[in-house]
């Protein structure tokens, strides 16, 4: 079992930085994957960016150059560095993990309102 905590979010300016992280109550070693997704009022979560079982990043085009993905593995915390806001980042931020046997953890999420 792997719990996932996101302090941070909350209400943003368009234009400025947001940082988010996550941590995980196991071991990096023992997970295959960590990530973001988001979903916004009356759409799909949609993925924003992970880590692969590898170690390398993966998010979509739409978010690429303004979204940043990062980890400490001593703290077993990843980061998300959102530059650029713009009032279409305003989603809920879910935190996600995926063990070796591919069982997957959500964290409560995080709810990020950019106001223009």
């Known amino acids: 079992q792997v719990q996932l905590v996101e302090p941070g979010g909350g209400l943003a300016q368009a234009g400025g930085p947001l940082r988010l992280s996550c941590a995980a109550s196991?071991?990096?070693?023992?997970?295959?994957?960590m990530g973001w997704y988001r979903q916004a009022p009356g759409k799909q979560r949609e993925l924003v960016a992970t880590?692969?079982?590898?170690?390398?990043?993966n998010s979509p085009d739409s978010v690429k150059g303004r979204f940043t993905i990062s980890r400490d593995n001593a703290k077993n915390t990843v980061y998300l560095q959102v530059n650029s806001l713009t009032p279409e980042d305003t989603a809920v931020y879910y935190c996600?993990?995926?063990?070796?046997?591919?069982?997957?953890?959500w964290g409560q999420g995080t709810q990020v309102t950019v106001s223009s």
């Open positions: 996600h993990a995926r063990s070796f046997w591919r069982d997957d953890y």
């Open positions: 196991a071991s990096f070693f023992s997970i295959a994957a």
């Open positions: 880590f692969t079982s590898d170690g390398s990043t």
